[in-house]
């Protein structure tokens, strides 16, 4: 499943990637944010075969050229449609979902979950961001680590970096403290070829990165969707967080997915905004409203050393002489506390 959101060059090319896997059984859902680029239509032109995928990387190029064969059928829905469609009248291997707005990251894959759920003819669900490239036993190898360990509920992927595919960009996820609210990458920026020791990436997730996540039915059913009021930042450590003590969280080195964007910017949210410092004014914003709202629900004992960390980025950006970006830490932490979906950026 993928969201799309004004990315329909990036979508094109992961697309062209996952109807290359060699897994027999499968159905793409792509759920449409409201995107104002008209994304949906050149994803549909793409589909008929009346629009080619291209690639940035000449090393990526093979995972998504020559093309697949085409038309690929399809059917398109309205996010008003899913809960009245009949489970029998839409198999086809690609859907189209469109949501009236932008629902985040969280919304955008809630409204497919919703609409797999309504289906009920899966074992498991892959999340995938846009602006991935996907090797093709990428997914074989999730289902295989999750299949040799029933308690896994979720499983991350090797993801390395689309402009550097020699480069880790995280194996499978993060670990994260909860006194300090701070993550990072577990293997960044290590050699690919480095054979790590999976048993040890295991023990130290804390949270399996987005761009590549395969749930179990199970997991689905027993910890829910993800939580919609963060809208960017902070729901995998959220769905991680309330599937403890039930599910296990796995890492399949073998599968390998290339991201383009990396982990400093927030994927494709942020980077549709016009310029830079427009994308780090929302960046500050969401990461501090989310951090001081995922501590407070869970671990509100931390919340005073976390808060003195968000004072500490505060004053950097006061002294940096960073006046919009130091509002918007401002703002992130007010409307953490008043539950308020606010505008990150400062008028």
């Known amino acids: 499943m993928i969201v799309n959101w004004n990315g329909w060059t990036d979508t094109i090319e992961c697309l062209e990637s996952v109807f290359r896997l060699d897994h027999g ?15 949906m239509e050149r994803i549909v032109e793409w589909a008929k075969g009346e629009r080619a995928a291209s690639s940035a990387s000449p090393e990526m190029r093979s995972y998504s050229n020559p093309p697949v064969d085409k038309p690929i059928p399809f059917v398109s829905l309205e996010a008003s449609q899913i809960n009245d469609l009949r489970p029998s009248a839409s198999h086809e291997r690609l859907i189209f979902i469109k949501s009236e707005k932008n629902l985040g990251f969280a919304g955008g894959n809630n409204l497919g979950l919703r609409y797999i759920l309504h289906r ?97 039915r199970d997991f689905l059913d027993g910890v829910g969707l993800m939580s919609e009021d963060y809208f960017l930042y902070g729901e995998e450590i959220d769905w991680a967080t ?60 931390y919340l005073p050393v976390v808060a ?21 830490v401002l703002r992130g932490a007010s409307a953490a506390f008043s539950g308020k979906l606010l505008d990150p950026a400062p008028r």
């Open 25 to 39: 059984s499968f159905s793409v859902i792509v759920c449409d944010n409201n995107s104002k680029d008209g994304s």
């Open 242 to 301: 309330r599937a403890k003590g039930t599910f296990l969280q796995g890492y399949a080195p073998e599968s390998l997915v290339f991201h383009k964007q990396g982990n400093s910017m927030g994927g494709q949210w942020l980077t549709r905004w016009s310029e830079p410092e427009e994308s780090f004014i929302v960046s500050d914003f969401y990461s501090v409203r989310n951090q001081l709202r995922f501590t407070r629900r869970y671990y509100p004992r």
């Open 308 to 328: 003195v960390n968000i004072a500490w980025r505060l004053l950097k950006r006061v002294l940096a002489g960073k006046r919009k970006r130091a509002w918007s």
């Open 120 to 216: 009920n003819d899966h074992d498991y669900v892959w999340l995938l961001n846009n602006d991935t490239v996907v090797h093709p036993k990428s997914v074989g190898a999730l289902i295989t680590r999750m299949e040799e360990d029933p308690r896994i509920g979720i499983c991350g992927s090797k993801l390395c970096f689309y402009s550097a595919p020699h480069l880790v960009q995280a194996y499978g996820g993060s670990t994260y403290s909860p006194l300090t609210a701070r993550n990072r990458h577990i293997g960044i920026s290590k050699p690919a070829s480095v054979q790590e020791d999976r048993a040890s990436v295991e023990r130290q997730l804390g949270y399996i990165v987005g761009a590549s996540m395969l749930i179990s």
